[in-house]
């Protein structure tokens, strides 16, 4: 292993670990504010859409086939709800756009 690494590797813990205990030490006390509050509610499940979102559009080859699966996605878990079928249904819905277009 080049020995120039480690100081990166240290950085990079130090950064990390700040990170994660700077909201310990700012916030002792238990949020009040209502606001602030709500918005650290909806924190992760926007995190989660952020990361998975531009994954599913290119994820094929081609885009259009992303954007169908994204929309019969989303209908089927509107109107279904069960995981399974609505991955089953995606993955039919890439299947039979990739062959068509």
Sequence with gaps: MNPGIYPSLLI????????RMLPFLVFRKEITNR??????YYVPYVTLAV???PAIITATD???SGIAA???????????????????????????????L
């Design 12 to 19: 990079m813990c130090l950064t990390v670990y700040c990170i």
């Design 35 to 40: 606001w602030l509050r709500s918005f650290l």
């Design 51 to 53: 990361m998975t979102f």
């Design 62 to 64: 081609n885009i259009w």
């Design 70 to 100: 994204l929309v019969v996605g989303l209908l089927a878990a509107w109107f279904n709800g069960d995981l399974f079928f609505v991955a089953v249904s995606c993955c039919a819905t890439v299947f039979l756009t990739g062959l068509f």
